[in-house]
C-alpha cells in the first residue's frame, strides 16, 4: 500500500509538471531567460554545490591520465628498463612489442569500460557507478604494484584499464547534466585539466623515482594511483542556493524531454545512430578521435621521445614536467576563451597551429647531422604544441561532445565516442613504439609529418562538421540539428517562437 502511495504520488508530481510545461509556457519562457541572462560569477554564486560536485566527479578522470603517462615515463626509466628489458647497443631498452601491450591496458580498457559504463549509469546513477569505480581500482593497483615480470604488469594494466575506462564517461555527462549553461563550458572543460593534472602527477613522480637502483623506482608510482520528478527536484535543490526557482529549472529539463520524446528519440546505443540523432554522435566521435589522430598519445610517450632526440635523463624528466606544466596553464586559459569566443572558433584555431607546429618539428629532422640546437629547438616546439593543444583541441572537445549530444542518450553518445577515441588509441599504441624505438623505424621528430597530416584532415573534417554549440540550451541545440541546420550557420541562426513551443 504504501509503495502505491509513493508511485501515486511520483506520477501526481509528474502530471503537475507537465502540465506546467504544456500551459504556463510564460514560466518556461521565464526560466529560460533567468538561466540565459547568469553570468559566469553569478552561476558559480548560486550553484556552488553543483560545481563541488562536478569537479570531485571529474577527478576519476586524473588516474585514467595517470596510467598511461606511468607507462611512458617508466620506458624511460633506467631501473625499470633493466629489470625488465634488454641490452642493445649498451643500453638497456624494452621491446617494442612489450610497450605495445603493455600500454594497450589503457586504451583497451577505454573502449570495453565505456561501452559497459552506460548501464550502471542510468541503472544506479553516476554518482554510485563512480564509488564503485573508485573502489575496484583501489584493488585492481595492488596487481601493478607487486608486479616483478612483463605478464603479471599486463594482467594488471588490463584488468585495471577496464575500470578506468569508466571515468572518461562518468566526468562530461554528469558534468554537463548538473551545471546551468553559464557554467556548462567551464566545467565540462575541467575534464580536460584533470588528464593534464594525471599526466602531470605521473610525470613528476616518475622524475622524482627515476635515480633509485631498485624496485621501488617504479613500484612507487603504481602506488600513487589510488525520470523520478520528485528525485530529480529533490537533487536540483540539494545542487542549487535557495535563490533558484527549482520548479522552473525543472520544467525546462521536462520540456527538452518531451521535446525529444516527440522526435522520437530513444536511449539505447542504436538510438545513437538513428535519425537526426547519426549527425550528432558523427560529432561527437569526430572531435574525440581528433584528439588521437592530432598527436596526443605521443604525449604519453614524451619523456623517452626527448631522450631518443638526444636529451640526457634528467633533461628528459624535467622537459616531461614542464610539458604538462605548460598543459595546465593552457586549460585554464582555454575557459575564459570558451566563455567569450565559444567552441567551433577555438577548436578549429587551435587545430590548425597543432598543424603547423608539427609541419615545423618534421622539416626541422630533416637536417643533416641533427645539431644539439635542432634538438632543443623540437624539444622547445612540442612544449608550444602542448600549450595550443590544452587551450584548444584538449578541453574544447569535452564540451562539443556533452552539448551536442542529445540528453536521453548522452551517456550512451558520449561512451560511443570515448570507444572510438580508444579504437584509435589501441591503434597508435601498437604503432608509436614502432615508430620510435631505435630499434625499429627510430623516425624521431619526423613523425611530425605524420600527425601533421592526419591533424589536417581533421581540421577539414571540422570546418565542415562541427557546429558553434554556446549560448545554447539543451532544447535549442535538439531544435537545430532536427532542422538540419548547417555547423557555419548553428550561432547565428534564429529560432522563431512557435518552433520553440
Known amino acids: 500500500m504504501a509503495q502505491d502511495s509513493n508511485n501515486n504520488k511520483a506520477n501526481a508530481t509528474s502530471k503537475d509538471i507537465k502540465a506546467i510545461v504544456h500551459h504556463d509556457t510564460a514560466g518556461l519562457d521565464e526560466a529560460i531567460h533567468f538561466e540565459r541572462s547568469l553570468t559566469f560569477l553569478q552561476a558559480c554564486t548560486l550553484y556552488p554545490s553543483a560545481i563541488l560536485w562536478s569537479a570531485f566527479v571529474s577527478m576519476g578522470v586524473i588516474m585514467l591520465a595517470f596510467d ?13 628498463r633493466k629489470d625488465f628489458g634488454y641490452l642493445y647497443k649498451h643500453e638497456y631498452i624494452i621491446r617494442a612489442p612489450w610497450q605495445t601491450g ?3 591496458g589503457n586504451p583497451v580498457g577505454q573502449v570495453v569500460g565505456a561501452l559497459i ?3 550502471p549509469m542510468e541503472r544506479f546513477g553516476r554518482k554510485w557507478t563512480f564509488g564503485a569505480c573508485v573502489a575496484l581500482t583501489a584493488c585492481l593497483i595492488f596487481i601493478q604494484f607487486f608486479a616483478r615480470s612483463l605478464q603479471v604488469l599486463l594482467v594488471g594494466e588490463l584488468l585495471g584499464g577496464l575500470v578506468l575506462g569508466c571515468y572518461a564517461v562518468i566526468a562530461p555527462a554528469y558534468s554537463s547534466e548538473v551545471c546551468p549553461m553559464a557554467l556548462r563550458g567551464v566545467l565540462t572543460s575541467y575534464v580536460n585539466l584533470c588528464f593534464v593534472i594525471g599526466q602531470l602527477l605521473g610525470n613528476a613522480v616518475c622524475a622524482g623515482t627515476s635515480k633509485l637502483s631498485n624496485h621501488w623506482a617504479y613500484s612507487i608510482p603504481f602506488a600513487l594511483q589510488k525520470g523520478k520528478l520528485d528525485e530529480a527536484e529533490m537533487v536540483l535543490r540539494r545542487l542549487a542556493s535557495d535563490k533558484v526557482d527549482v520548479g522552473k529549472t525543472l520544467t525546462v529539463i521536462v520540456e527538452t524531454d518531451r521535446l525529444e520524446q516527440e522526435l522520437e528519440m530513444g536511449s539505447t546505443y542504436w538510438d545513437c545512430f538513428r535519425g537526426v540523432n547519426l549527425r550528432r554522435t558523427e560529432i561527437s566521435m569526430g572531435v574525440y578521435c581528433t584528439q588521437v589522430l592530432s598527436g596526443i598519445y605521443l604525449i ?18 624535467d622537459i616531461g614536467i614542464g610539458f604538462k606544466a605548460v598543459g595546465f596553464l593552457g586549460t585554464i586559459i582555454s575557459w575564459p576563451l570558451l566563455i567569450r569566443y565559444g567552441r567551433r572558433k577555438i577548436f578549429n584555431t587551435g587545430l590548425l597551429v597543432l598543424v603547423v607546429l608539427q609541419i615545423i618539428i618534421g622539416i626541422l629532422d630533416c637536417i643533416p647531422g641533427r645539431p644539439s640546437g635542432v634538438i632543443w629547438t623540437e624539444s622547445s616546439l612540442m612544449l608550444v604544441w602542448n600549450f595550443f593543444y590544452d587551450i584548444s583541441v584538449g578541453p574544447v572537445c569535452f564540451v562539443i561532445i556533452s552539448e551536442t549530444s542529445a540528453t536521453r542518450v548522452r551517456s550512451n553518445s558520449i561512451a560511443l565516442a570515448t570507444a572510438a577515441q580508444g579504437a584509435l588509441g589501441c591503434v597508435m599504441t601498437v604503432a608509436i613504439p614502432y615508430m620510435i624505438n ?13 600527425f601533421g597530416g592526419l591533424a589536417a584532415m581533421c581540421l577539414v573534417w571540422s570546418y565542415l562538421r562541427v557546429p558553434e554549440t554556446s549560448g545554447r540550451t539543451y532544447e535549442e541545440l535538439d531544435i537545430l540539428f532536427e532542422r538540419k541546420v548547417g555547423a557555419k550557420q ?4 534564429v529560432i522563431e517562437s512557435e518552433g520553440v513551443d
Open 490 to 493: 548553428f550561432q547565428e541562426y
Open 300 to 317: 604519453n610517450y614524451g619523456t623517452y621521445f626527448f631522450q631518443l632526440a638526444g636529451l640526457d635523463n634528467d633533461e628528459a624528466f
Open 117 to 119: 559504463a552506460g548501464y
Open 68 to 80: 598511461p603517462q606511468l607507462l611512458g615515463n617508466l620506458y624511460a626509466m633506467p631501473q625499470f
Open 102 to 104: 603493455l600500454s594497450m
Open 438 to 450: 631505435p630499434d625499429q623505424a627510430n623516425m624521431q621528430g619526423k613523425l611530425g609529418f605524420f
